[in-house]
């Protein structure tokens, strides 16, 4: 069953900013539990992008070290991605949800959209 909810994506220029955020119901999720940001661009498997740990430890994939960040708001019960220096192979649909979850606990996910 779906546990999270995506939104913020949109349609931005190149070197633009996004900021997107996932919703849990429950703030146990991410206290206790290693979250994750995944992407799936057409045509192409889903890829995990960055993830972070219970205890605050972040991860990146090497192409977008330096430009996202990954955190946590647990009195928000929200996850944050924020998206910076944004380029057209950024374009996917970018999912959260914990590593080895079952395929249905997959959401709608948010579309992200780089072009000029």
């Known amino acids: 069953q779906v546990q999270f909810a995506e939104s913020g994506g949109g349609l931005v220029q190149p070197g633009g900013s996004l900021r997107l955020s996932c919703a849990a119901s429950r703030s146990i999720m991410f206290r206790i539990y290693t979250m994750a940001w995944y992407r799936q661009a057409p045509g192409k498997q889903r890829e995990l992008v960055a993830h972070?740990?219970?205890?605050?430890?972040?991860n990146y994939e090497d192409s977008v070290k330096g430009r996202f960040t990954i955190s946590i708001d647990n009195a928000k019960k929200t996850m944050y991605l924020q998206l910076n220096s944004l380029t057209p192979e950024d374009t996917a649909v970018y999912y959260c949800n914990k590593p080895g979850a079952t395929e249905a606990s997959w959401g709608q996910g948010t579309q992200v959209t780089v072009s000029s």
């Open positions: 972070i740990t219970s205890g605050g430890t972040t």
